[in-house]
């Protein structure tokens, strides 16, 4: 199950969440060509942890991740390694997406239950989860969470090396 993308402030790491298989990969990326090579398992997360889901690398280079059944956004560095858990409220257990900002505060969206929330709608679900909680669909924001700020957005040097119309090759 694709979720997260994020990029490192340089671009040359893409890191994807695979909720699925509970990993964030992370990959070399070539900004020039628009290929990405040298997978390797970032983090792997525990069942009993959640689903990887939104992604976000802050200034630091340290990787943000909001994890869906688990109520909390982890932090990990450039290798990996957790740096910390920020728990949500108690009745928030599906954060979606993480922002950070150029102030280094950590916003986290979450999923509202839409009548999906049940053991069978849900086979990736921590053991025990108590799917009786209704989660609430909001905004939080975590202020002096650690974070550094937002590395500096370099869409446009995206759009041009990965979204420019790629002529057909002849053999």
């Known amino acids: 199950m694709s979720n997260g993308l994020a990029f490192d402030a340089d ?8 909720s699925a298989r509970r ?5 070399d990326y070539d900004l020039e060509t628009g290929t990405v090579s040298n997978k390797v398992a970032h983090v792997v997360l525990a069942r009993k942890d959640g689903l ?4 976000a690398v802050d200034g630091a280079g340290h990787l943000w991740i909001a994890v869906w059944f688990g109520g909390f ?7 990996g390694i957790e740096l910390q858990r920020l728990p949500l409220p108690a009745n928030v257990t599906q954060p979606t997406a993480v922002a950070i900002t150029p102030e280094g505060d950590v916003y986290v969206t979450s999923s509202a239950d839409r009548g999906y929330g049940s053991p069978a709608a849900h086979p990736l679900a921590p053991e025990g989860f108590d799917f009786g909680v209704a989660p609430l ?30 002529e057909e090759e002849e053999d």
């Open 52 to 55: 990887p889901d939104g992604l």
């Open 73 to 79: 956004v982890l932090q990990v560095d450039a290798q």
């Open 11 to 18: 671009c040359s790491t893409l890191y994807f969440a695979d």
């Open 137 to 166: 669909g909001a905004l939080f924001v975590a202020k002096g969470a650690a974070a550094t700020g937002a590395a500096e957005a370099r869409v446009a040097d995206l759009q041009d090396a990965v979204f420019e119309e790629k």
């Open 23 to 27: 990993t964030v990969w992370r990959y």
